[in-house]
């Protein structure tokens, strides 16, 4: 069974571009979260979708992050314009469903804004 | 709000020696625990989980966590070390069974010496 799969692995782009990240989850998991991992921390929760509704964006800068989950099943995640800071690996996760209590990880993007 | 500190940023073990990755929770209800483990360039994989129960809990790979309500922990513990453990140990809390919802600690990066 294929894991939750993203891409692209790695992307360099100059700041105030934009940039888009895209994730397929197991099938079949209805769960699908967003995390930014910023160097030398752990995982911060961005989204959550649950089929393809966003249920928890509370941590989703706004102003210039956006994701959509289109038909339940695989993601994008944007940012426009990207900025220095959002250098960060972003992590794509799945779980069967809300109350599952196992997330499985993607490999992330790696995102350099330079 | 929920948080972790692992207090370890980075430890270094030979190979075949024990090991004990520290966590400490702050939450203010019963706290839904997890240990996860990041190989360099992979996403993060479930190696065990608490919820309630018998405080010492199994997971893959040879791994154990206790968890003590008192002192607010939830170490990892191995009783032998292999090469193939060396990577980037993430703690997490979470508020419910989700673990896809829970708060990480910033890791502990495990070094193995031959």
């Known amino acids: 069974e294929a894991g939750v799969v993203q891409s692209p692995r790695y992307k360099i782009i100059e700041k105030k571009q934009p940039v888009a990240f895209w994730c397929n989850p197991i099938s079949g998991h209805n769960t699908l979260y967003w995390y930014r991992q910023n160097l030398g921390q752990g995982p911060e929760l961005l989204i959550r979708y649950e089929n393809e509704e966003a249920v928890d964006d509370s941590q989703l800068p706004k102003d210039r992050f956006s994701a959509e989950r289109l038909k339940g099943v695989d993601s994008t995640l944007k940012i426009q314009p990207a900025e220095l800071g959002d250098s960060a690996v972003y992590l794509c996760a799945s779980s069967l469903d809300r109350g599952n209590t196992e997330a499985f990880f993607g490999q992330g993007t790696r995102l350099t804004v330079v | 709000a929920q948080s972790v500190t692992q207090p370890d940023i980075h430890i270094t073990v030979s190979e075949g020696a024990s090991l004990e990755l520290r966590c400490n929770y702050s939450y203010g209800a019963t706290p839904y625990l997890f240990w996860y483990v990041q190989s360099p360039g992979q996403g993060l994989q479930l190696l065990l989980k608490y919820f309630s129960g018998d405080t010492l809990v199994q997971g893959i790979k040879g791994f154990e966590a206790e968890f003590k309500r008192s002192q607010s922990s939830f170490n990892l513990r191995k009783p032998s070390v292999h090469w193939s453990d060396a990577a980037e140990y993430f703690c997490?809390?979470?508020?419910?069974?989700?673990?896809?919802?829970?708060?990480f600690g910033d890791g502990t990066t495990l070094t193995v010496k031959p």
């Open positions: 997490a809390v979470g508020a419910g069974t989700n673990a896809g919802k829970s708060t």
